[in-house]
C-alpha cells in the first residue's frame, strides 16, 4: 500500500536550519508530483512547495521562496525539504502529500506529518 | 493567487442532518476542486476530487458539486464520525486551501 513516512522534525533556533525527509513507498514514486504542506497549530493547511515527477520543476510559496529548497531523489524513493533562515512563523507539522499524478493535482495520500517548532 | 473562501468557519448539527458547507474561489477554477477531511492530529483524508468525483472507500453520504467558482460539500446524512474539519483546496493554478470548516455533533 502506498506509504509517505516524514522525518526530520524537531525543535530548532530561529535563524537555523533544518532538513526534512520524506520515504516513500507501495507505488512508483519517479512517477509522482510530491508536495510539501504545512499546518501551524490550532491553524489550516497551507501549501509550501511541489517538485515534479522528475524533479526539473519546482514551485514554492511565496511565505518560503528563497529559503526553502525541495528536492527528491527517485533511486532512493525520498524528498526532502531543505529549510533555512527559519523563523516562529515556520512552526507547524510538515506533511508530504503525493499529487494524483506528475504535476499540479489533488493530493491522494498523505505522511502523518513532522513537527518543527522554531524556538529559542 | 487564487483565493479560497470556506463557510461557515463551524457548525454544529444532529446526526442525521443534512449539512452543506461552501467554497469560494477568487476566480473561475473549472472543476480542479478537491475536499478533505483531518480529524485532530490526523493527516488530511481526500474525499472529493474534480469538484463532484467521490474518492474510492468514502462513503456515498459525501457529495460534491459546483464549477466555476462556486463550490459545495454535502452530508446526505450526518454521522457522528464525521465531527471533523473539512477543508477545500483548488489546484487549478498552483494550490491553495480554504481556511476550514470545523463540524461538531450536537
Known amino acids: 500500500q502506498v506509504q509517505l513516512v516524514e522525518s526530520g522534525g524537531g525543535v530548532v533556533q530561529p535563524g537555523r536550519s533544518l532538513r526534512l525527509s520524506c520515504a516513500a513507498s507501495g507505488f512508483t514514486f519517479s512517477s509522482y508530483a510530491i508536495h510539501w504542506v504545512r499546518q501551524a497549530p490550532g491553524k489550516g493547511l497551507e501549501w509550501v512547495s511541489l517538485?515534479?515527477?522528475?524533479?526539473?520543476?519546482?514551485y514554492y510559496a511565496d511565505s518560503v521562496k528563497g529559503r526553502f529548497t525541495i528536492s527528491r531523489d527517485n533511486s532512493k524513493n525520498t524528498l526532502s525539504l531543505q529549510m533555512s533562515s527559519l523563523s516562529a512563523e515556520d512552526t507547524a507539522v510538515y506533511f508530504c502529500?503525493?499529487?494524483?499524478?506528475?504535476?499540479?493535482?489533488?493530493?491522494?495520500?498523505w505522511g502523518q506529518g513532522t513537527l518543527v517548532t522554531v524556538s529559542s | 493567487d487564487i483565493q479560497m473562501t470556506q463557510s461557515p468557519s463551524t457548525l454544529s448539527a444532529s446526526v442525521g442532518d443534512r449539512v452543506t458547507i461552501t467554497c469560494r474561489a477568487s476566480q473561475s477554477i473549472s472543476s480542479w476542486l478537491a475536499w478533505y477531511q483531518q480529524k485532530p492530529g490526523k493527516a488530511p483524508q481526500l474525499l472529493i476530487y474534480q469538484a463532484s468525483s467521490l474518492e474510492s472507500g468514502v462513503p456515498s453520504r459525501f457529495s460534491g458539486s459546483g464549477s466555476g467558482t462556486e463550490f459545495a460539500l454535502t452530508i446526505s446524512s450526518l454521522q457522528p464520525h464525521d465531527s471533523a474539519t473539512y477543508y477545500c483546496?483548488?489546484?487549478?493554478?498552483?494550490?491553495?486551501f480554504g481556511g476550514g470548516t470545523k463540524v461538531e455533533i450536537k
Open positions: 502529500a503525493r499529487s494524483h499524478s506528475t504535476a499540479w493535482d489533488y493530493f491522494d495520500y
Open positions: 483546496q483548488q489546484y487549478s493554478s498552483y494550490s491553495t
Open positions: 517538485i515534479s515527477y522528475d524533479g526539473t520543476k519546482k
